[in-house]
């Protein structure tokens, strides 16, 4: 074995781990309910669910489109779309994560590997301070469990060949003795974006 060291990188995801999203969704139903009422709050929430099902992951963008197609003369709409687009993420952090991150961030290159939509969530990352704390570090996919090996290699500043065409290997989405089963995004009825 060689005196080399291997580079470490620190992988962090966002939902649940450095921010409260429990606090995050209590607060963007009072706002939601307080501008449009509970009915229309309620079926905006379905809404987000039938998106995150045909996406695989949640879209509030996209779940704003579809709630202001259902109800184009919504008043309230404005005030909706500010509610969660304008959320203000930073105070929804955990209360040690951004010194996690720091501490981390001197031991190896720390980053974050999420799951979300290519817009909103990156968004969110930045807006709630995280960015900052990972050197800009923020890897969004729809499936981040099939780009493990390539973000901590892109954290740790080294080059990895994409095992993309492995995770596509039909034998691998099945589940074989080599290894999980894999499953390939559907595709929605709408475009989401996908790995």
């Given at each position: 074995m060689s005196g080399s060291r291997v580079p470490i990188a620190f992988l962090f995801d966002v939902d649940n781990t450095l921010l409260n999203n429990d606090r995050v969704r209590r607060d963007l139903v009072d706002a939601i309910n307080?501008?449009?009422?509970a009915e229309r709050g309620g079926r905006f929430w379905e809404l987000y669910e039938e998106i995150r099902q045909e996406c695989d992951y949640v879209d509030f963008p996209h779940t704003l489109e579809r709630f202001a197609r259902i109800y184009p003369v919504e008043t309230g709409f404005p005030a909706l779309a500010d509610a969660v687009l304008s959320y203000p993420y930073r105070s929804a952090a955990f209360p040690a994560a951004h010194e996690v991150l720091r501490h981390a961030g001197r031991i190896g290159p720390a980053a974050?590997?999420?799951?979300?939509?290519?817009?909103?969530?990156?968004?969110?990352?930045?807006?709630?301070?995280?960015?900052e704390e990972v050197s800009g570090r923020v890897f969004v996919f729809a499936h981040k469990e099939l780009h493990l090996d390539e973000v901590a290699a892109a954290a740790a500043g080294r080059t990895l060949r994409s095992r993309r065409r492995q995770a596509s290997d039909p034998r691998r989405r099945q589940g074989t003795a080599r290894g999980p089963a894999l499953h390939a995004p559907r595709l929605p009825g709408e475009v989401c974006p996908r790995d």
């Amino acid at each position: 074995m060689s005196g080399s060291r291997v580079p470490i990188a620190f992988l962090f995801d966002v939902d649940n781990t450095l921010l409260n999203n429990d606090r995050v969704r209590r607060d963007l139903v009072d706002a939601i309910n307080r501008v449009v009422g509970a009915e229309r709050g309620g079926r905006f929430w379905e809404l987000y669910e039938e998106i995150r099902q045909e996406c695989d992951y949640v879209d509030f963008p996209h779940t704003l489109e579809r709630f202001a197609r259902i109800y184009p003369v919504e008043t309230g709409f404005p005030a909706l779309a500010d509610a969660v687009l304008s959320y203000p993420y930073r105070s929804a952090a955990f209360p040690a994560a951004h010194e996690v991150l720091r501490h981390a961030g001197r031991i190896g290159p720390a980053a974050i590997l999420t799951d979300g939509d290519p817009v909103y969530q990156p968004a969110k990352i930045a807006r709630a301070g995280l960015a900052e704390e990972v050197s800009g570090r923020v890897f969004v996919f729809a499936h981040k469990e099939l780009h493990l090996d390539e973000v901590a290699a892109a954290a740790a500043g080294r080059t990895l060949r994409s095992r993309r065409r492995q995770a596509s290997d039909p034998r691998r989405r099945q589940g074989t003795a080599r290894g999980p089963a894999l499953h390939a995004p559907r595709l929605p009825g709408e475009v989401c974006p996908r790995d």
